[in-house]
């Protein structure tokens, strides 16, 4: 079974690897507190969400118009 590619319209990942270099192997070295990460962790996914959801919400938006 194929898996199914994303439409031509969605959008790119706005935080590339090139851009924010950090390793996701470092996050509990840099905030040691694990509540403290689990809270920031939360709280950045939910920045993150809306962030996605808006941009890709424009571009099935701009898709539909083409």
Known sequence: MNKPHK???W???PYPE???PMDRSRYP???IDP???TALSGM???I???IASESIWEAYKNSLED
């Open 18 to 20: 090139d851009i924010f």
């Open 48 to 50: 993150f969400w809306e």
């Open 7 to 9: 439409p031509d319209w």
């Open 29 to 31: 070295e840099i905030v």
């Open 11 to 13: 959008p790119e990942n």
């Open 35 to 37: 509540e403290i990460r």
């Open 44 to 46: 950045l996914g939910r």
